[in-house]
């Protein structure tokens, strides 16, 4: 399940870029289903349909537990991501 999550980021630079600005950006978005981006995340699991808010750092104490096992997957993908590309 969550080497899934991580592919679809790895495969989807869109998608990708959107998490990039959320977590590393703190950039704030409002779900919207409509939005091709924002719904390709739904499908994969990235973004929740319980919120209507993008995830960011400020909600990580209203997630469960399992959102935010998922969450911190995609965080440390994010981060680590970034940290290979500087080097």
């Known amino acids: 399940m969550f080497d899934d999550l991580v592919k679809s980021l790895e495969n989807n630079k869109g998608l990708y870029e ?3 600005s959320i977590i ?3 950039e ?3 779900y919207n289903s409509l939005s091709p981006i924002i719904n390709l995340g739904t499908i994969y699991g990235v973004f929740f349909i319980v919120f ?3 995830i960011s750092f400020q909600f990580l104490e209203v ?3 399992i959102v935010f096992k998922l969450f911190s997957i995609v965080f440390n993908f994010v981060v680590t991501s970034v940290l290979n590309s500087v080097r």
Do not use: F
């Open 18 to 20: 959107e998490v990039y």
């Open 28 to 30: 704030i978005r409002v």
């Open 63 to 65: 997630i469960s537990s």
């Open 52 to 54: 209507k808010l993008a």
């Open 24 to 26: 590393v950006d703190g």
